[in-house]
């Protein structure tokens, strides 16, 4: 398997502008997490899905970050508006029956100016 | 609530030198307790696992003991390498809680040759 994709792995975009963050789990997975990774944070999640089901968003900000799962291959995150707090590495994770074992994608390196 | 404190970094060593990272534990329940790893420009892995107490959990050399009497897995390595240099991430989970997994704050590691 490829392991989990993330696209783009870097996006540079002005304030103001949507951004539209995409993952693809490894195959087979039914869970997948979104993690933001600052330094002054450090890793925090964001939103959980379990058969494309959203299970936990609190950790979302705020309403300008929305994030979907149209099936069980497929996932985005998405900011709008953004804003230069919202510079980050964004990981994609999926797992199998459970959250213990995550694979972690290469992350989105996402700066807003 | 559920909690993860890690020894604060960075911590840099010599090659061929002891490693200990330490990590304590919060948690309302029996749980499961991992150590991940964050190598420059990646995401996270998992580097080994321990699902109740007592076990040792081992992979490549580092090695944590599930400590429930001192709520302690502290990593260790007996001879770290230069391609040991990462953030490390201690993280646990409990099962029939939320499916998510709970990191500590992360502790980087540089190892000089």
């Known amino acids: 398997d490829a392991g989990v994709i993330q696209s783009p792995r870097h996006e540079v975009t002005e304030m103001g502008q949507e951004v539209t963050l995409r993952c693809k789990p490894i195959s087979g997975h039914d869970y997948l997490f979104w993690y933001r990774q600052t330094m002054m944070r450090g890793l925090e999640l964001l939103i959980y899905f379990n058969n494309n089901v959203p299970i936990d968003d609190s950790g979302m900000p705020e309403d300008r970050f929305s994030a979907k799962m149209p099936n069980a291959s497929f996932s985005t995150l998405k900011i709008q508006p953004s804003e230069p707090r919202d510079s980050a590495v964004y990981f994609c994770?999926?797992?199998?029956?459970?959250?213990?074992?995550?694979?972690f994608g290469p992350g989105t390196r996402l700066l807003v100016l | 609530g559920n909690s993860v404190t890690q020894m604060e970094g960075p911590v840099t060593l010599s090659e061929e030198a002891f490693l200990t990272i330490n990590c304590t534990y919060t948690a309302t329940g029996y749980p499961s307790l991992f150590w991940y790893v964050q190598y420059p420009g990646e995401g996270l892995q998992l580097l080994l696992k321990?699902?109740?107490?007592?076990d040792k959990g081992s992979n490549k050399g580092f090695e944590a003991t599930y400590r429930k009497e001192t709520t302690s897995f502290h990593l260790e390595k007996g001879s770290v390498q230069v391609s040991d240099s990462a953030v490390y991430f201690c993280a646990l989970t409990l099962s029939g809680s939320a499916r998510q997994l709970t990191f500590g704050s992360g502790t980087q590691l540089t190892v000089l040759p």
């Open positions: 994770a999926s797992s199998f029956q459970g959250p213990e074992t995550q694979y």
């Open positions: 321990a699902t109740k107490a007592d």
